[in-house]
């Protein structure tokens, strides 16, 4: 068995660095120490790996051949300790420290309170952050988010778990009117302007294939990032707009001015919700956000809907 390692992750870490600011003292600045703390390093990782890890006669440094090999491993590496770290701290930490949990908008504003009052009643605090899936993602990624909710398994990274917590059918949400036949979906929409989510939305580019699947599409007038602005202004005869149910409820102040329009089911008409944590963190409430979320669905907001909404399908949404 080897006496000892050829390079210490202090050293690594530096070395990191150094590579993605590109001098000492950009490196420096961002852990926190002296230049000389960081020359020291480098110079101490070059002579226990016998390399040469910079060529030192560019601004900035840029690495060898070497040391790029060492970059994409160390990366990898230092990832790995940080998750081996923080998962020794998990057990100890559940029940007293402040949760970082991100949920896309229309989950967090249906779930997302009765979910925040369960969790808070065995930790600390609990912070709840809400924004659109590609954010979200990036932030769980930069651990900024210790686990989110999002609408798509988005990060392709091996250590980034993924688990199904319901999925929801699109709907078509319409004006009241007494006249209008809203057993038909085409004969619903007819004359009426479609109001979309934008295109930097993940249901809004769900929705878009959707559309185009099903003969719907119209030109793009109006689009918006959030449900409230979106069905106000069908409520108000703007125009009509394909949505979810956990929206329509998000919005539900103008339940009385619309009418809803089943879509026809398809493999596309549908979007499904995933909790995304770092594998081997936050276990024991990743469990209890799953079992959490499905209670507060199963017991709350499905009944909730259906009572308001009676013509909807009972498997509009559905619980993994």
């Known amino acids: 068995m080897s006496s000892s390692l050829s390079f210490d992750l202090r050293s690594l870490e530096a070395f990191v660095a150094v590579c993605e600011g590109g001098s000492?003292?950009?490196a420096a600045r961002k852990l926190g120490v002296t230049q000389s703390a960081i020359s020291q390093l480098i110079k101490a990782l070059e002579a226990q790996s016998g390399l040469v890890l910079f060529?030192?006669?560019?601004?900035?440094l840029r690495p060898t051949a070497a040391g790029r090999l060492l970059l994409d491993l160390a990366q990898d590496l230092l990832e790995h300790a940080r998750g081996v770290s923080e998962r020794l701290a998990d057990a100890s930490r559940s029940h007293q420290t402040q949760v970082r949990l991100g949920c896309v908008d229309s989950f967090g504003a249906t779930v997302g309170a009765p979910l925040v009052a369960a969790i808070a009643r065995?930790?600390?605090g609990v912070t709840l952050w809400s924004g659109l899936t590609p954010g979200l993602s990036a932030q769980l990624q930069n651990r900024e988010l210790d686990l989110a909710v999002c609408t798509e398994m988005a990060i392709e990274n091996p250590r980034i778990a993924h688990r199904l917590l319901c999925t929801e059918r699109f709907i078509a949400v319409?004006?009241?009117r007494a006249e209008?036949?809203?057993?038909n979906y085409r004969n619903a929409v007819e004359n009426l302007p479609l109001?979309?989510?934008t295109r930097r939305s993940v249901i809004g580019q769900q929705i878009e294939r959707y559309i185009r699947h099903i003969g719907l599409e119209s030109p793009r007038r109006m689009e918006f990032d959030a449900s409230d602005p979106l069905l106000s202004l069908v409520g108000a005869g703007v125009g009509y707009a394909v949505t979810t149910p956990l929206c329509l409820w998000q919005s539900?102040?103008?339940l009385d001015e619309v009418d809803v329009v089943n879509l026809p089911q398809s493999p596309l008409g549908?979007?499904?919700f995933f909790l995304l944590s770092r594998e081997g963190e936050w276990t024991q409430l990743n469990d209890e956000i799953a079992s959490l979320s499905e209670q507060i669905l199963r017991k709350q907001i499905m009944p909730a809907i259906h009572a308001a909404l009676p013509g909807l399908p009972a498997d509009v949404l559905t619980i993994a």
């Open 24 to 26: 000492m003292n950009d």
């Open 55 to 60: 060529d030192r006669d560019f601004r900035p």
């Open 122 to 124: 065995s930790a600390r």
């Open 174 to 176: 319409v004006p009241r």
């Open 180 to 183: 209008r036949d809203v057993t």
């Open 195 to 197: 109001l979309r989510y």
């Open 252 to 254: 539900r102040l103008c």
């Open 270 to 272: 549908a979007r499904s």
